[in-house]
């Protein structure tokens, strides 16, 4: 019958009992199923981790252009690992570290929560942040319905009737320029 239809015969279920067989194109079969496993592959995220050092002595300027960074990646989809390196007699105060990565805590905000707490290891402290998917969806939704009601507001704004005009805003005045003074010419009179 296969043979009739130019098709192949292909066993389905070999362990079955009697072993289910079917008529199909096979080629096409394995065409399909890898483009499938294909189209699975590239649906799938790949979560790579991303580093952020920060120092102990750090600004206000470069921490601020630090968590600039590490909020994008977490919106990107990354974990992030906050390490902070310790140099010298700053070994001594790793209390100053600790207020460092609470600091990125507080600054990364409801996005990102915290896979693994600060310890550290060696000269360093690590901690490691991943994305908080339920959080990012809720803020995105929050600024929509912002942005929906800012502009159903601005809307409502622009189809009041024109009545309320003031009549001095009817037709625009045009005022003289004013005189100028004449200036003293104190060029060459000496």
Known sequence: MARGLDL????VAPMANPPVCRIMDYG???YEEAQKAKEARRKTTHVTVKEVKFRPKIGKGD???????????IEEGHKVKVTLQ???REMAHP???RKILDDVIQAAGPIAKVENQARMEGRSMSLVLSPDKQAQEALKK???????????EA????????DDVDATEEAPTEEAPPEEAPSEDVSGDE
Do not use: Q, W
């Open 86 to 88: 310790f140099r010298g």
């Open 8 to 11: 192949d015969l292909v066993e």
């Open 95 to 97: 209390e100053l570290g």
């Open 63 to 73: 921490f601020d252009t630090k968590m600039r960074h590490l909020i994008e990646f």
């Open 28 to 30: 096409k079969f394995r």
């Open 155 to 162: 809307n409502a704004e622009s189809e009041e009737p024109a």
């Open 142 to 152: 929050a600024a929509e319905e912002a942005e929906r009601k800012a502009a159903a």
